[in-house]
């Protein structure tokens, strides 16, 4: 047992194998025997004086002048009589059956000269069977009896046939051969590439083989030993290749040419008695899966508009199979590795008991970064293999977790899986992390998403940051956070549910955080496991209920499913606008103004990205509130008491006209609201969306036409609808004084769209800069005033 996991002992050599495949290649001649048998048997003389074909690989260049497997085949020589057209005047034919009554009578041979077997192959190429007519011109041509034509022409086809038969079973020989060699071919460069991966787990911690201790590699540098080791390994690759080519083929194959290797480096590479490597378990199946299959295709999209070569995809394959190993083992581990966390039901990682089980796959920690490492466990409405091919494509993924994820894009698709499946798929992506606050940066990473089916009934996807191996190829840029590795495996439950285990396991740069978040960051709740998995589990919901009739809670609404379905998707790219419009660079925004916790933004909008046409102003600000998360969220739900700061109320309450929960929870919910003062009058509704628990919540809203309300309610395209979001994101402060319970803060962060002006090519003016933080200002003073903490 190495270090690489319970691997199965090897089950056979190459030379068992080489073994097999001359079983295969016996069969093919045997076939081959028979045929020639009940050929020869039609003739009054043998056509092959030579011994029977031989099964073994090494006698197959002796195959007597029929030149099997050698060069091409000559149409007028292949399978002539080793007597020079021996003649047999009782042979027998496939025209005339009464010849064959005669075979008992004794033979007579006649020798025909060279100038007449010129004529009678001439004569066969433009006629194989020629009536008697032509036999008689031909034999007085020739000075032959018209029955010796007759028996030269019969002879002849029946050669032609036999070429043909013999052509045939070389093809398949031929076939048979390069399937097995491929065979054998893959199976040894698995070999190679598992010395690879052993002989780089050694290079990071070498051990002494006389003393147990850590080995010292003297004065040359780490990166140039791995150097010499890979050069060596490539060299020893090129010439078993080559071998294996002559050796299964027969000749020598063109695309590598000769080469012996004479590298000094034996020991490095595990000739010479290299401990690691004499233990390795040769029979390894190695591949994407894990399995008896590894996909050799690597269709390349290039990153940036640089190319990944082949070697760069083998090392991203070794950190893949390395983080999910790691993942796997997270995930089943318990004490002393994993503690219960003091805020919600998740767990943190024990720092300590990592590193002394885990070697950092991914370098060292900077010294100024902080860790956030937590796992969390729920049961969410969707199958496995459903969620398993959301979470590796980018659209379907940002519909999961739109809070989560600002933007999402594949660079590369290192591995496209096996038989169309996502076993074995590996992709190289970017993405950028988020939280609605405009003072917690998003966090851009770039890492590989691997997939493999962990049993029967269960997939790991596993995460790991390659900003250290893409180094050389998008150049050196600073890198605020990296993912080791991180994300879930997932196992199928009865009733189409799934259980799925979350890990986020994040080094990132604590300074470019307002210290407000600091506490919060620390916590996981921001970013953690527990965050991925409760909006994993609302969003699951939310599909569920829109494929099915019933509703979860009380659903006063008499929306059909056609206009359900319209609104929530309205609601969601609203929210996702709102998002965006606070820390994501999804939409391009440039940032105008970023001092005293607000943060404004302009960009230009065509009325195509959901947005009306012309200059959109973004303002937002984070201000701390005295109050619980649940008590602000519940306040601000409120239509009561909406009055106190949305300037939309008319300084009165707001009338609900309906309202739908989105899951379990009725704090997640959409409702269309209705300014009460004049009800009958009004054509313009409030949509809003809230989506939240105690690890936070956003409540955003929108003024809509209520001619274009009214199409969308009817189950019409919500996309034609455009929409200003404004609203809130509420945190808990996770301040030591209040641990982020009932008794803490809050953090509430406020944000606002307007339009500025209807022309694309207009300029913001400091009025509307003026305009938007007074509405912040009011809106912030309205809900200090409505929850009496002044």
């Known amino acids: 047992m190495n270090s690489f996991g319970g691997f199965p002992s090897k089950s056979r050599s190459l030379v068992s194998e080489a073994s097999g495949g001359e079983k295969m290649v016996a069969d ?42 050698r060069g091409s085949h000559n149409s007028s020589l292949i399978g002539r009589l080793r007597e020079d057209e021996l003649e047999s005047e009782g042979g027998s034919g496939d025209d005339d059956n009464a010849t064959r009554n005669k075979s008992s009578k004794k033979k007579k041979y006649h020798r025909h000269t060279p100038f007449q077997i010129q004529e009678l192959e001439a004569s066969f190429k433009d006629n194989p069977h020629p009536d008697e007519k032509s036999r008689l011109e031909l034999g007085k041509r020739l000075g032959l009896d018209a029955k010796q034509v007759k028996f030269w022409f019969q002879n002849r086809r029946t050669q032609m046939k036999l070429v043909t038969c013999i052509t045939d079973l070389t093809v398949m020989i031929k076939t048979q051969l390069e399937r097995h060699e491929n065979s054998i071919l893959k199976h040894e460069n698995d070999k190679l590439r598992i010395e690879n991966i052993t002989m780089r787990e050694a290079m990071r911690n070498p051990m002494c083989e006389n003393c147990g201790s850590p080995a010292i590699l003297g004065d040359v540098p780490v990166e140039q030993h791995h150097l010499m080791i890979e050069n060596a390994r490539l060299k020893d690759e090129l010439a078993r290749l080559h071998h294996l080519g002559g050796k299964f083929l027969g000749r020598s194959n063109g695309s590598m040419p000769p080469f012996t290797s004479n590298s000094s480096l034996d020991l490095s590479v595990g000739r010479n008695g290299f401990t690691g490597l004499n ?81 950092p796959c991914i370098g060292v920690k900077p010294s100024d970064f902080a860790t956030e490492a937590t796992r969390a466990t729920c049961n969410v409405m969707i199958n496995s293999t459903q969620l398993v091919e959301a979470l590796m494509d980018t659209k379907q993924l940002t519909e999961l977790f739109p809070w989560n994820i600002g933007s999402a894009s594949i660079l590369d698709i290192i591995s496209p899986g ?60 600073h890198v605020s956070c990296r993912r080791l590795p991180s994300g879930c495996i997932v196992r199928d439950m009865a009733n189409g549910y799934s259980k799925v285990t979350w890990i986020e396991h994040t080094e990132y740069d604590e300074n470019v955080a307002h210290p407000l978040y600091r506490p919060l960051l620390r916590s996981g709740i921001a970013f953690g496991a527990q965050k991925w998995s409760s909006n994993l589990r609302r969003q699951c919901e939310l599909f569920a209920s829109l494929a099915s009739s019933a509703a979860f809670g009380v659903d006063h609404s008499a929306l059909s499913p056609s206009g359900k379905r319209s609104i929530v998707k309205l609601a969601q790219r609203m929210t996702r606008g709102f998002c965006s419009g606070i820390c994501s660079t999804v939409d391009e925004w440039e940032v105008v103004q970023d001092a005293d916790n607000t943060k404004l933004m302009t960009r230009k909008s065509s009325g195509n990205s959901g947005a009306p046409p012309g200059v959109i102003l973004s303002a937002s600000t984070t201000v701390w509130m005295p109050v619980s998360p649940q008590h602000l969220l519940d306040f601000l739900q409120d239509e009561k008491t909406r009055s106190h700061w949305d300037v939309l109320s008319q300084d009165g309450p707001m009338q609900s006209m309906l309202r739908f929960s989105k899951g379990r929870d009725l704090n997640n919910n959409i409702s269309l609201l209705r300014a009460s003062a004049d009800a009958n009058q009004s054509d313009v509704l409030i949509l809003q969306e809230t989506c939240g628990d105690a690890l936070g919540a956003v409540v955003v809203h929108a003024a ?87």
């Not at 020869?40 to 043998?46: G, H, T």
């Not at 993942?327 to 919600?344: C, M, T, V």
């Not at 609203?727 to 996770?734: H, K, T, V």
């Open 28 to 69: 093919g001649f045997s076939s081959y025997n028979n045929i020639a048998m009940s050929l020869q048997s039609s003739y009054s003389q043998p056509l092959f004086t030579t011994p029977p074909l031989s099964i073994a690989i090494p006698k197959m260049e002796n195959l007597g002048e029929m030149g099997l497997l």
């Open 279 to 359: 233990s390795l378990d040769h029979g390894i199946p190695l591949g994407l899966d894990f399995g008896n299959r590894m996909s050799n295709s690597f269709p390349a999209m290039p990153p940036n508009g640089n190319m990944i070569n082949f070697s760069d995809k083998s090392l991203f394959l070794e950190l893949a199979m390395a983080g999910v190993d790691e993942l796997i083992k997270l995930a089943q581990l318990d004490s002393p590795l994993w503690f219960r966390s003091l805020e919600g039901d998740g767990e943190s990682l024990n720092l300590e008991e990592y590193t002394k089980m885990f070697s």
């Open 418 to 477: 096996i038989a169309g499946s996502k076993n074995g798929m590996l992709q190289l992506m970017q993405a950028e992390f988020q939280i609605p606050s405009p003072l917690v940066p998003i966090r851009p990473v770039k890492f590989i998403r691997f997939c493999k089916q962990h049993g029967e009934d269960a997939w790991a996807v596993a995460d790991v940051s390659v900003d250290t191996l893409l180094h050389g190829i998008t150049g050196n840029v």
């Open 704 to 790: 809509v036409p209520a001619a274009e309300m009214d199409v969308v309610m009817n189950g019409g395209d919500s996309r034609a609808v455009p929409v200003l979001p404004s609203g809130f994101a509420i945190f808990p402060d996770c301040f030591p004084e209040g641990g982020g319970n009932e008794r803490g803060g809050s953090l509430l962060s406020i944000g606002f769209q307007i339009l500025v002006s209807n022309l694309p090519e207009a300029r913001l003016t400091m009025e509307s800069v003026n305009t938007v933080k007074s509405l912040i200002g009011r809106t912030h003073r309205g809900i200090k005033g409505g929850l009496g903490c002044n």
